[in-house]
């Protein structure tokens, strides 16, 4: 996650002369920033540079990115008036550019590495267009669930549909498998897990081909893995809050993604190794073992320690 970002030199060089979202938006650049990501640190896999509220804008939403901030939704949606002013969606034209990097990326990564693309989940989509940006609360979003469950409901529908065609179209595109990121939903209990987000996460995964890779990644959602269980996802992400061997029995039938606590690549390459032959040795070589970080690369992550990881999971593994 985030294997193209800041603590990446070729990435801020980059950044230096676009905006972010004009790094969404261009192909060319999206797809170099994904390559040399990918190849640099030698994963087994690229995950395509985008952002999860680029569905917004087809949607209606103004999204911007200020520099040094997170993102900012300036005509959030409030009540169910708001509903009227949503826009009906063709993700294939109006997200193209993610498609086409898609597809640069394709011709241009090694052969043999996956490619993944990926979306927000309907959940969080929602509480960014609801809060206006990032929250620490979602006092906004939680009263809108709880209280008008009718307009939250159509609200959300509106977004996995336009989420099941972009997610499609992705797959159309060259994405190998598709991931979908749920970043907020960890603030949720079971019950409200089941009742406000599942139906909309389980649509999504039913309008997607059989045989394509899902995997479901929730932050903070280490009490929610039963639940997760009836996503239709293929493969559960992990987050570094839980231990891998413990949540695995819980998730027999499933493929696990995960779960180094991204800190770790901050420490010397002997902690990295220590910590990572942990993670590895819970898994015990079972088959469906997808290692990876349990959250996003940190800024201040020095490139070398993450290539060191990859090399130690590939020498520990192939033994």
């Known amino acids: 996650m985030r294997q193209a970002g800041r603590y ?9 002369k676009v905006g972010f979202l ?9 797809s170099e920033v994904t390559v040399t990501a990918a190849h640099t640190i030698g994963a087994d896999a690229a995950i395509i540079f985008a952002d999860i509220l680029l ?23 409030k009540n169910a008036q708001d509903l009227s002013r949503l826009q009906n969606t063709n993700p294939k034209e109006s997200l193209s ?23 927000g989940a309907p959940f969080t989509v929602a509480s960014y267009a609801i809060e206006g940006g990032s929250s620490k609360n979602f006092e906004k979003t ?8 009718k307009t939250w409901n159509a609200f959300l529908d509106r977004i ?11 797959i159309e595109a060259g994405a190998d498998a598709i991931q979908l990121f749920d970043s907020w939903v960890g603030t949720l209990n ?3 897990f089941q009742t406000y987000v599942l ?20 932050a903070h959602s280490s009490h929610l893995l039963s639940e997760m269980k009836q996503t239709g996802a293929s493969v559960l992400g992990l987050d570094f809050h839980v231990e891998l061997g413990e949540a695995w029995k819980n998730l027999k039938e499933f493929s696990i993604q995960g779960n180094l606590d991204p800190t770790v690549l901050l420490c010397d390459p002997k902690v990295i190794e220590k910590e990572t032959k942990h993670i590895l040795d819970q898994a015990s070589r079972r088959a469906g073992h997808i290692f990876n970080l349990g959250h996003g690369v940190l800024p201040a992550t020095n490139v070398d320690h993450v290539k060191h990881l990859i090399d130690f999971v590939h020498d520990y593994t192939s033994k």
Do not use: W
């Not at 004009?22 to 999206?30: F, I, M, S, T, Y």
């Not at 996995?160 to 992705?170: E, P």
């Not at 139906?199 to 929730?218: A, C, D, M, Q, W």
């Open 97 to 119: 550019f993610v498609m086409k990097a898609l597809q640069i990326t394709k011709q241009n990564l090694k052969k043999g590495l996956a490619l993944i693309g990926f979306a």
């Open 142 to 149: 939680k009263v809108l669930m709880r209280s008008d469950g």
């Open 8 to 16: 990446m030199k070729e990435y801020r060089d980059i950044r230096e």
């Open 190 to 192: 079971p019950l409200e």
């Open 199 to 218: 139906p909309h996460v389980k649509k999504i995964f039913r309008s997607l081909p059989s045989e394509t890779p899902k995997i479901y990644f929730g």
């Open 55 to 77: 569905i917004t804008e087809p949607l209606g939403f103004k999204l911007e990115f200020p520099k040094n901030d997170g993102p900012i939704i300036h005509n959030p949606f």
């Open 160 to 170: 996995a549909n336009a989420t099941s065609q972009y997610l499609l179209a992705q």
């Open 22 to 30: 004009e790094l969404c938006k261009r192909p060319d650049l999206a």
